[in-house]
């Protein structure tokens, strides 16, 4: 069975303080990890998705890099707009999409 | 650009009643996905379907039931609700290519269930 962990459960950050989020992963056949953001009370928003280890995608002050065993979203100088729970989820060779229980970020100005 | 749509957005219902949710994914997209989400959870799949057909079922309880229509929008259908069933319900759709990595999911809004 696909697992997803993610670490740490909240982050609280101030604003330009730069850090990362992990999220550790067991999967039969890798063939995506993905980055959402959800805002409380909304759906999940796509960010990234990964697909071989080495890969690196940036969006804005967002980088998530992958590795065969992890997948850490890099937040460089964050700012309070940033503060979200983020997802991550593998999809496996079954085709189906397992979540991490994310990771709530606050930025405080 | 079209998003994935869903009504209600609340719904207010009391134990041992009936709710139907509805989701009217993105259009071209083939395949559609519901998932339950309690105060603080991660996302929990439980029903998809891919053109019309249901394609793969996960922790969804047997007085739940849901279907594609012929015009690829789905409801999801909630009866003898029990107020363990309060969660937000997300649609998702997607267009599949086969490509690894390509299957990303774009999820609505969601509907708020609340039962009293």
């Known amino acids: 069975e696909d697992q997803v962990t993610q670490s740490p459960e909240a982050l609280r950050l101030q604003e330009g303080e730069s850090s990362s989020l992990n999220c550790s992963y067991t999967?039969?056949?890798?063939?995506?990890l993905f980055w959402y953001r959800q805002d409380p009370g909304k759906g999940p928003e796509f960010l990234f998705t990964l697909y071989s280890a080495g890969e690196e995608k940036e969006k804005e002050r967002l980088k998530a890099t992958l590795t065969k065993k992890e997948s850490f979203l890099h937040i460089t100088a964050p700012k309070p707009e940033d503060s979200a729970t983020y997802l991550c989820a593998v999809e496996g060779s079954n085709y189906k999409l397992t979540f991490g229980k994310g990771t709530l970020l606050t930025v405080n100005p | 650009a079209a998003g994935v749509i869903q009504s209600p957005r609340h719904l207010i219902k009391e134990k041992r009643e009936t709710a139907t949710l509805k989701c009217y994914p993105i259009p071209r997209h083939d395949t559609v996905y519901w998932y339950q989400q309690g105060p603080g959870q991660d996302p929990q799949f439980l029903i998809s379907?891919?053109?019309?057909?249901?394609?793969d079922k996960g922790s969804i309880p047997d007085r739940f039931s849901a279907q594609q229509f012929s015009d690829y929008h789905s409801e999801l259908n909630m009866s003898s609700l029990e107020l363990g069933d309060s969660a937000l319900y997300f649609c998702?759709?997607?267009?599949?290519?086969?490509?690894?990595?390509?299957?990303?999911?774009?999820f609505g809004a969601g509907s708020r269930l609340t039962v009293l």
């Open positions: 998702a759709s997607s267009k599949g290519t086969g490509e690894p990595g390509a299957n990303v999911l774009t």
């Open positions: 379907f891919y053109e019309k057909m249901q394609s």
């Open positions: 999967v039969s056949g890798l063939r995506g």
